[in-house]
């Protein structure tokens, strides 16, 4: 009985992980969904949210000087979803090597344009985290 419900515990906590709209559970934390939850929150002008798939040095970039001239993570979000007019994100390629991920993306605008964008990606304390390539 005890290991029924040991695992019946275990299996629910899964399908809550796997359930949580809009997170990024350690199921689904690959590279692509990564890109794609940076670019929707951007969208959506949850500017934290969006920051949050960012790797530190991505995050002080941002935060710096070169990033204040651009309007912090509200601006660069903003030029990237031409101020939240992006419809959805297609990934076209994704590719991993050790630490470090490439992930190139389509993305689909209200007004049918589209434009191909890539994001380097690199593991932080295990998490995928986008970073600024340098």
Known sequence: ????AQG??????CLFLCSCKG???PFHANPSTVT???YMSCNAGDYSKAKSTLSPDADKLID???????GGIKGVCDKMTRSGELVSVEVIRQSERGEGADVTSKLHFKDGSTS??????IKVNGDWKITSGN
């Open 36 to 38: 794609q939850t940076f």
């Open 116 to 121: 191909e964008d890539h994001e380097p990606l």
């Open 64 to 70: 710096g000087e070169l990033g204040a001239l651009s």
């Open 8 to 13: 019946s515990a275990f299996l629910l906590a």
């Open 1 to 4: 009985m005890y290991r029924t």
């Open 23 to 25: 997170s990024i559970s």
